[in-house]
């Protein structure tokens, strides 16, 4: 049974920071390509960052969002199969729900909630 949990969302003020984890189960999480994903209120849910598996001499590679870049850092532990969001210089319009998802499982997680504001 394929199951992600996100985690550490929560209420910081503009400026802050946050990480967020997401425990992956049910899946070869090490050959897997995983993304996180972030849906503003009444809006559609959008891609954040993605990071490839990791390889023999080297971490898996990243790519992010044009709105992210230079303030979120995406990142694995394959052993414990855990992915992780660190999210840095937050503003107003990162506030929503941040899902994770692996490339090839139709599944989601209940997402983790993040509030910025003041």
């Known amino acids: 049974q394929v199951q992600l949990v996100e985690s550490g969302g929560g209420l910081v003020q503009p400026g802050g920071s946050l990480k967020l984890s997401c425990a992956v189960s049910g899946i070869p999480f090490s050959f897997e390509h995983m993304s996180w994903y972030h849906q503003a209120p009444g809006e559609q849910r959008k891609w954040v960052a993605s990071?490839?598996?990791?390889?023999?001499?080297?971490?898996?590679?990243?790519s992010y969002a044009n709105s992210v870049k230079g303030r979120f850092t995406i990142s694995r532990n394959d052993v414990r199969g855990i992915l992780f969001l660190q999210m840095d210089n937050l503003r107003p319009e990162d506030s929503g729900v941040y899902y994770c998802?692996?490339?090839?499982?139709?599944?989601w997680g209940q997402g983790t909630p993040v509030t910025v504001a003041a």
């Open positions: 990071i490839d598996t990791t390889g023999i001499r080297s971490p898996g590679s990243t």
């Open positions: 998802k692996a490339r090839n499982y139709d599944h």
